[in-house]
């Protein structure tokens, strides 16, 4: 199904204080839109609201030309992936994560990436799919979280800062992963040359101004592949408890 997410005159009030007004923008397949802006401008309650994990308290957001409630919340969550930039409530191992989520009803017969292959993508070996997520790294955590949130094939995927914590050759490698992944995807970054590596919209906050960039021609930063990863063990918990958020799919 195509998802078109329409966002009209959105408003984040946070103890009386308006942090976000009058946010406005279409996202159409395909689309990436990247929120740039300084910390406390508001780009995670914007994902957050657009996710339906949080209230807005004015203007709307659409699917469809349906709220969350007419959607469906569990499928508006199905649909929209939220990858979150801290993990610290995270329990168990990324691989009890992924097969957690994909038991919810709004996941049965969808088709899905190959999760080896994107890890492979991504520079990671299988074998940390099986290690607590406190074992990893912050840019193997934010990895991980991506190859997990692009192979469960959300129609519209929310990264909020992504590559903060990847190197250089990391954060190219997760730029192209997301570029091809087939998503629509709204991207929080500080990052200031991301949004011309990428290619996409920006929309400036506090302002909600939007402008086009093209992606910049640019040379891999590393010829070099990485090492074929073991196989990836199927064995996993049953225990539902690395998903969060009662239920949604805010997984990561």
């Known amino acids: 199904m195509d998802v078109h997410l329409q966002v009209r005159g959105l408003r984040r009030v946070i103890d009386s204080r308006v942090i976000l007004a009058d946010i406005t923008f279409d996202l159409a397949p395909g689309d990436i839109l990247f929120l740039r802006g300084p910390s406390g401008v508001g780009k995670s309650l914007l994902l957050r609201a657009v996710a339906a994990l949080d209230p807005i308290q004015g203007g709307s957001v659409r699917c469809n030309n349906q709220t ?54 991504l520079g990671l070996e299988q074998l940390l799919l099986n290690r607590k997520w406190g074992e990893l790294s912050g840019g193997q955590a934010q990895r ?43 991207w929080a970054t500080h990052d200031q040359e991301q949004p011309r590596r990428v290619g996409g919209k920006i929309l400036d906050l506090p302002f909600g101004t939007i402008s086009t960039v093209q992606v910049e021609d640019q040379t891999n930063p590393s010829e070099a592949e990485p090492s074929t990863p073991p196989p990836i063990s199927t064995h996993h918990s049953s225990s539902p408890g690395a998903v969060h958020d009662s239920g949604s799919q805010k997984l990561l």
Do not use: H, M
């Open 68 to 121: 969350p409630s007419e959607f469906g919340v569990p499928d508006w969550r199905s649909q929209i992936t939220y990858v979150s930039q801290s993990r610290v409530n995270l329990t168990g191992t990324p691989a009890e994560l992924y097969f957690s989520a994909q038991k919810f009803a709004a996941q049965r017969g969808r088709q899905r990436g190959d999760l080896p292959d994107i890890l492979f993508q």
């Open 144 to 186: 991980v979280s991506i190859a997990i949130a692009t192979a469960l094939k959300p129609a519209i995927l929310l990264l909020d800062e992504p590559t903060s914590a990847c190197d250089l050759e990391s954060t190219r490698r997760v730029e192209e992963v997301v570029r091809e992944c087939g998503s629509a995807v709204i």
